[in-house]
């Protein structure tokens, strides 16, 4: 999985001037290679997050994506490290060939990030909540390798996986596959929306994840 963190604020918490610098090369930031992005130096958090989703079925039978939206999971990660006071969660699963993989991706994936998330004290919360998130991936992606390669005939679903994990005000993303999470955020100095990119897709038209494929033993036409 690949990751990246975004740090959010609140507005008015610096002056105007340095807000839109900020945000001016956070936007160019974005569109470039993802990298590590800060908006500002300190920040009053974020209050309370809410989840929206639309979804449409499109040309194919069934609906072989999933979702899920849970605005608040502190309760459920107790006990906590003393620095954190909010988990949210929020995921996409695009699935191809089947339903499967995308549903038990669903309603797995974020419960084995409860049970891996950090307990109590850790020196360092970032470096934890990654960690974390890298091992939830890996034991989900095997947890349905074998009960899909345990079926006969086995079964051959597949799908993304973007993983959005708030923890205060830090954003934690992890992907695999090529859905893609973007942050819409409007500059009140220009007062327009600038779309940024926090994920990087793993598809075979780039040139890292075609070598990667290449390397695995896999062909790209």
Sequence with gaps: ASGATEQVSSAGSHGKGEKRKSLEEEEKNGREELVEKKVCKGSVGI??????????KGEREDMQDAHVILNDITEECQPLPSQITRVSYFAVFDGHGGVRASKFAAQNLHQNLIKKFPKGEVVSVE???????LDTFKHTDEEFLKQASSQKPAWKD???????LAVDNILYIANLGDSRAIL???????????????????NPTQYEERMRIQKAGGNVR
């Design 127 to 133: 470096k934890t909540v990654k960690r974390c998130l």
């Design 184 to 202: 819409c955020r409007y500059n009140e100095g220009s007062q327009k929306h600038a779309a940024l990119s926090l994920s990087k897709e793993h």
């Design 47 to 56: 209050l309370g997050l809410k989840g929206y989703v639309a979804e449409r």
């Design 158 to 164: 597949g799908s993304t996986a973007t993983c959005v």
